[in-house]
């Protein structure tokens, strides 16, 4: 699967992203500095109808947002790895809880604690194509 986006059809690509979804609840965003993981991540929360405030969680790690389907509170849980040095310290600050609960989770910077995802995680990878313009496609590098 792979798209090409821009601010402008942005939150169609989203909801595309997740009708094509099946069985994996954890996405992990790889992409250099600044090529829209974040942004990509916002989108799809509000595809989802997340009302809350959706932002990095550069510095708390974690950030849970709450949406509702077929009359359900679900949970979705946006990590930002960045900051941390290992996967020892991805435990410690218990982010596998979040990662094997059956919600939804966006994982930016995956690569600092790749041993710590489940087996089904959808690998998404963000490129840059020009100022307005991005790829994303799902599977390997």
């Not at 939150?11 to 965003?29: H, P, Y």
């Not at 250099?32 to 509000?46: N, P, S, V």
Request: net charge negative; hydrophobic share 35%.
């Amino acid at each position: 699967m792979e798209f090409q986006f821009s601010l402008n059809n942005i939150g169609e690509i989203a909801t595309r992203f997740w009708k094509l979804q099946n069985d994996s609840s954890v996405f992990a965003f790889h992409g250099l500095m600044g090529a829209g993981k974040t942004t990509f991540i916002h989108a799809l929360c509000e595809a989802k109808g997340v009302k809350d405030t959706v932002g990095s969680p550069t510095f708390s790690l974690i950030n849970q947002y709450n949406y509702t389907e077929g009359g359900e509170i679900k949970k979705i849980y946006h990590l930002d790895l960045y900051r941390l040095k290992d996967e020892d310290e991805a435990i410690q600050a218990g982010l596998e809880d979040c990662l094997y609960s059956g919600d939804v989770c966006l994982v930016e910077w995956p690569e600092k604690a790749p041993g710590i995802f489940p087996g089904n995680t959808a690998h998404l990878y963000i490129e840059v194509i020009d100022s307005d313009n991005r790829r994303l496609w799902v599977g390997d590098k």
